[in-house]
């Protein structure tokens, strides 16, 4: 709610002849036209708005086929819906910039991944993903439920502690841990303190996989090496701070790197 009401202040400071792209399909985000000077508005969405994502066929890890309310079809080279959010921002924002429709779908084709987004190694038969760039509430549920739609013999999530978060921190962690619980998941690993709470959520709201918990980057480095199969997936996130992506150079290369 505090990355929204800064957000809409954003919104409510363009001038008359600023543009405001906006998705439709977030009540708390479309809420903002109303504050907005700017006369030119756009919004996008899948459920609704002026640019749509009437069907999207995705493709795993890899990315999503995309059918437009205005018959194009893209390749969204990011998986999971909230990329699908990212790329009609982009075509939108493309489109008021009178950038040439083939042009646009050149681009998509091309664009890669930054690092710890999403970034996919194969250990042998293990496939490791590291999206440890950083992590609130909201991205940990859209990387989760991605995760959940990659085929597995075991889906493993191993998730550190969400910062920054204030005087909420515990519920937020407690709240998503319940949510967890609901999930197609075959074991949960949590790595420090702070998401204890992950952990105390997802056994609390009934997960009926292994919830484990880890003090620290080197132990979860130890429990993987030892219970790791072929077949497996593992999804990293946590916040910035908590440095999971030493998971995956202590497990890609041997070592724990210092922080």
């Given amino acids: 709610e505090t990355y929204v009401r800064y957000l809409g202040l954003v919104i409510e400071a363009l001038p008359e002849d600023g543009v405001a792209l906006l998705n439709a399909d977030d009540p708390l985000v ?27 066929e995705s493709e795993g890890g890899l990315g999503s086929r995309v059918h437009l309310s205005d018959q194009r ?25 009178g950038v040439h429709p083939d042009h646009a779908a050149q681009v998509l084709q091309s664009f890669v991944m930054p690092p710890m987004r999403w970034e ?7 496939t490791l993903i590291n999206d440890a760039y950083n992590a609130n509430p909201q991205s940990m549920r859209a990387a989760v439920s991605t995760f959940c739609e ?7 999530a191993v998730l550190g502690g969400m910062r920054e978060l204030g005087e909420q921190t515990e519920a937020l962690h407690q709240e998503l841990g319940c949510w967890l619980a609901s999930k197609p998941l075959d074991r949960l690993l949590t790595v420090g303190p702070l998401a204890r709470g992950l952990a105390d959520g997802a056994r609390g709201g009934g997960a ?10 080197d132990g979860t480095i130890k429990w993987l090496r030892s219970a ?8 990293l996130k946590g ?21």
């Fill in 30 to 56: 479309l809420r903002m036209r109303r504050v907005c000077r700017a006369q030119t508005v756009r919004t996008f969405g899948i459920e609704a708005g002026e640019l749509r994502a009437l069907a999207i």
């Fill in 73 to 97: 079809l893209l390749w969204c080279p990011a998986p999971g819906r909230h990329n699908v959010y990212n790329l009609l921002a982009a075509v939108t924002a493309a489109d008021m910039l």
């Fill in 120 to 126: 996919v190694h194969h250990l042998g038969e293990v």
């Fill in 150 to 156: 990659q085929p597995a013999v075991r889906r493993i």
């Fill in 208 to 217: 009926t996989f292994p919830v484990e918990t880890c003090a620290d980057v």
């Fill in 228 to 235: 790791l199969q072929p077949g497996d997936v593992i999804l």
């Fill in 239 to 259: 916040s910035r701070l908590e440095g999971l992506e030493r998971i995956a150079n202590g497990l890609l290369h041997g070592k724990v790197p210092a922080c």
